[in-house]
């Protein structure tokens, strides 16, 4: 079965730094990959995905991920953060074929100035 | 305006109260989810539905149901056999057309069992 591993519960930065958060899945078949962002009490919002073609995928807000199929990995990156990137991000897994979306726990971004 | 509305944003019930939590969307997606989220534990589904009036257990299902009556309306009733209710609950939408759809979730309602 399908798993979704965020390595780090809470991540703690100053403004201006770089920041990555760590996602690893298990899976034996063709996966899409994705990236939420939930800020307090609100629902999630879609950063990026990764589908097919380009390892690396790009957000509107300067956000990066790549997937690694040999590591099993889709780590989310950015140069340069701002105090408004403070929220909890979730990688999410759905396996080809299949309409159930996979979620790890979550990572806290706390970007402080 | 579009897309996927929950009611009551807030919800207290006191305990052995069923309750039933509102999801509504104009998306004309096909696909409809109810995810529950306790912190640090992620998002664990409850239910989903790829059609009308069918729908199918996600990870989680006991003690609560669900209907889909019509494509816009997938409401999630908590019931008394729900052990733990209190939590935030997504809803969330996917259109069934693509191969690449990605997820669309609405603002979520905080349940709170007294």
């Known amino acids: 079965a399908q798993s979704v591993t965020q390595l780090d519960s809470q991540v703690p930065v100053f403004e201006e730094a770089p920041v990555e958060l760590r996602c690893n899945y298990s899976s034996s078949v063709s996966v899409y990959l994705f990236w939420y962002v939930q800020y307090p009490n609100q629902g999630l919002q879609l950063l990026l995905k990764y589908l097919s073609g380009s390892t690396l995928v790009e957000s509107i807000n300067g956000f990066e991920a790549e997937f690694n199929k040999s590591q099993t990995s889709f780590h989310l990156r950015k140069p340069s953060v701002h105090i408004s990137d403070t929220a909890e991000y979730f990688c999410?897994?759905?396996?080809?074929?299949?309409?159930?979306?996979?979620f790890g726990k979550g990572t806290k971004l706390t970007v402080n100035p | 305006d579009g897309g996927i509305t929950q009611s009551p944003k807030y919800l207290f019930r006191k305990e052995g109260q069923n309750v039933t939590l509102s999801c509504e969307q104009n998306l004309n997606h096909d696909a409809m989810y109810w995810y529950r989220q306790d912190p640090g534990q992620g998002l664990r589904l409850i239910y989903y539905?790829?059609?009308?009036?069918?729908?199918q257990k996600g990870d989680i299902a006991e003690g609560y149901s669900v209907s889909r009556e019509k494509k816009e309306s997938f409401p999630l009733t908590v019931t008394s056999a729900q052990k733990n209710p209190t939590a935030f609950y997504l809803c969330g939408t996917k259109s069934t057309g693509g191969r690449y759809n990605e997820q669309f979730f609405g603002p979520g309602t905080r349940l709170t069992v007294l």
């Open positions: 539905s790829q059609i009308v009036n069918d729908f």
């Open positions: 999410a897994v759905r396996e080809g074929g299949s309409e159930k979306l996979v």
